[in-house]
């Protein structure tokens, strides 16, 4: 776990910690060389009982991770979903393959067990055309007029065009986005915008950070008045207010999206979600020829082939010989894509002044608050009224 906490992201290393509680819990605590199928079937009735949202249960702070699933089947409360738990199969699997790689371990014993049969074929995520209707309806010019939230009007504008992830983006600071000076092939210099991801933060894994240019369809909707108006208000995060789930920073965009914009819309397909912006993004740019390095660098993937799977002679090429890529590239090759110009109000400055003014009020009592040793009052949201519907 100490090599976990040194290199990988805080998320995966907390979702190891859970896995292996429970295992244990269950199993009781054996030698990585003795876990066999059986120990893992327990491991995995436990798991499809392991509650959701455990943290707001009451009364189960001092039980056991087995306690708490007797608990939890005593009770019938409500599990957590089946791609859920696949996930922490998925990390438990990465901690053995670790076990047997430094050989404390022989095998993995996830291996041992039929994955398909329990949790069914694994899960892909839609690719939406960005001509589709379900690409273009969140940016119609009446949905982004009503918008009484910066992070309703942002907040997956720049996934749209970046592919960035939610939770990248719900834990950006002002501090985060400034200008870069770089030169191109040519020598000749520019100033790029640039959005510092997942450094000092939650992050998916050590790819996740990395800089990321806002693109110029990004630009020419008034990002940089918003910026100024969040310089005017000295306001330190990029979405202020933005309240954060447990554990996941962007869970307020992101279900804000999946949940009363689907609804509004009258879309039934589950499969249309906030994260289809960035498989678009990467099937766009697949399609475009766009390099793989380019397109790695934008998503923060890793450059190694999966087990089993030999890297192609033009990927070897590319991690070997080539340069690397930068922030220039990979905004180049953004304003390339053949993306459609929306019919949106761009943004003016002053549009979100009741909001920021508002939050700010609640920073500073909150600084006032805990320099007195109490604790702050939890974000809100956006309580200003919305602005009027542009005709």
């Given at each position: 776990?100490?090599?976990?906490?040194?290199?990988?992201?805080?998320?995966?290393?907390?979702?190891?910690?859970?896995?292996?509680?429970?295992?244990?819990?269950?199993?009781?605590?054996?030698?990585?060389?003795?876990?066999?199928?059986?120990d893992m079937e327990r491991f995995l009735d436990a798991l499809a009982a392991w509650p959701v949202n455990r943290q707001f249960i009451e009364g189960v702070d001092k039980m056991t991770p087995a306690e708490l699933v007797m608990h939890a089947r005593k009770k019938k409360l409500p599990a957590i979903a089946v791609s859920t738990q696949e996930k922490y199969v998925q990390h438990l699997s990465a901690f053995f393959n670790r076990l047997v790689k430094w050989k404390r371990c022989d095998d993995n014993p996830v291996l041992l067990i039929n994955r398909r049969k329990r949790f069914g074929d694994k899960r892909t995520h839609t690719k939406r055309s960005f001509n589709n209707p379900e690409?273009?309806?969140p940016f119609q010019k009446e949905e982004m007029a009503v918008a009484n939230a910066p992070w309703k009007f942002f907040g997956h504008l720049i996934p749209a065009f970046t592919g960035s992830r939610s939770n990248e983006i719900g834990q950006l600071k002002r501090s985060d986005i400034r200008v870069e000076r770089m030169p191109d092939r040519d020598g000749v210099v520019h100033d790029v915008l640039c959005m510092y991801l997942g450094r000092g933060k939650k992050r998916k894994g050590k790819n996740a950070v990395r800089v990321v240019p806002v693109p110029k369809r990004v630009l020419a909707l008034g990002f940089e008045k918003y910026l100024q108006?969040?310089?005017?208000?000295?306001?330190?995060d990029l979405f202020p207010g933005l309240r954060t789930g447990e554990g996941r920073p962007g869970a307020t965009i992101e279900d804000w999206f999946n949940g009363s914009l689907r609804t509004d819309w009258g879309i039934l397909d589950k499969e249309v979600t906030f994260h289809c912006f960035r498989h678009t993004i990467a099937t766009l740019m697949r399609n475009a020829r766009t390099p793989a390095s380019i397109r790695?660098?934008?998503?923060?993937?890793?450059?190694?082939?999966?087990p089993?799977?030999?890297?192609?002679?033009?990927?070897?090429s590319e991690d070997h010989y080539e340069d690397k890529v930068t922030p220039l590239d990979v905004l180049l090759e953004l304003d390339r894509l053949p993306f459609p110009?929306?019919?949106?109000?761009?943004?003016?400055?002053?549009?979100?002044?009741?909001?920021?003014?508002?939050?700010?009020?609640?920073r500073r009592s909150n600084e006032l608050l805990v320099a007195a040793g109490k604790a702050p009052k939890p974000k809100r949201g956006p309580l200003p009224k919305a602005p009027a519907k542009i005709p």
């Amino acid at each position: 776990m100490l090599q976990y906490r040194k290199d990988e992201a805080d998320s995966t290393e907390q979702a190891i910690d859970i896995c292996l509680d429970l295992f244990i819990s269950v199993n009781g605590n054996k030698n990585a060389r003795q876990v066999g199928v059986v120990d893992m079937e327990r491991f995995l009735d436990a798991l499809a009982a392991w509650p959701v949202n455990r943290q707001f249960i009451e009364g189960v702070d001092k039980m056991t991770p087995a306690e708490l699933v007797m608990h939890a089947r005593k009770k019938k409360l409500p599990a957590i979903a089946v791609s859920t738990q696949e996930k922490y199969v998925q990390h438990l699997s990465a901690f053995f393959n670790r076990l047997v790689k430094w050989k404390r371990c022989d095998d993995n014993p996830v291996l041992l067990i039929n994955r398909r049969k329990r949790f069914g074929d694994k899960r892909t995520h839609t690719k939406r055309s960005f001509n589709n209707p379900e690409w273009q309806r969140p940016f119609q010019k009446e949905e982004m007029a009503v918008a009484n939230a910066p992070w309703k009007f942002f907040g997956h504008l720049i996934p749209a065009f970046t592919g960035s992830r939610s939770n990248e983006i719900g834990q950006l600071k002002r501090s985060d986005i400034r200008v870069e000076r770089m030169p191109d092939r040519d020598g000749v210099v520019h100033d790029v915008l640039c959005m510092y991801l997942g450094r000092g933060k939650k992050r998916k894994g050590k790819n996740a950070v990395r800089v990321v240019p806002v693109p110029k369809r990004v630009l020419a909707l008034g990002f940089e008045k918003y910026l100024q108006d969040l310089d005017a208000f000295g306001e330190r995060d990029l979405f202020p207010g933005l309240r954060t789930g447990e554990g996941r920073p962007g869970a307020t965009i992101e279900d804000w999206f999946n949940g009363s914009l689907r609804t509004d819309w009258g879309i039934l397909d589950k499969e249309v979600t906030f994260h289809c912006f960035r498989h678009t993004i990467a099937t766009l740019m697949r399609n475009a020829r766009t390099p793989a390095s380019i397109r790695r660098a934008l998503l923060g993937h890793s450059g190694k082939s999966r087990p089993g799977v030999n890297p192609s002679g033009d990927q070897v090429s590319e991690d070997h010989y080539e340069d690397k890529v930068t922030p220039l590239d990979v905004l180049l090759e953004l304003d390339r894509l053949p993306f459609p110009e929306l019919d949106v109000v761009p943004y003016e400055r002053g549009r979100f002044d009741d909001y920021l003014r508002h939050e700010g009020v609640r920073r500073r009592s909150n600084e006032l608050l805990v320099a007195a040793g109490k604790a702050p009052k939890p974000k809100r949201g956006p309580l200003p009224k919305a602005p009027a519907k542009i005709p």
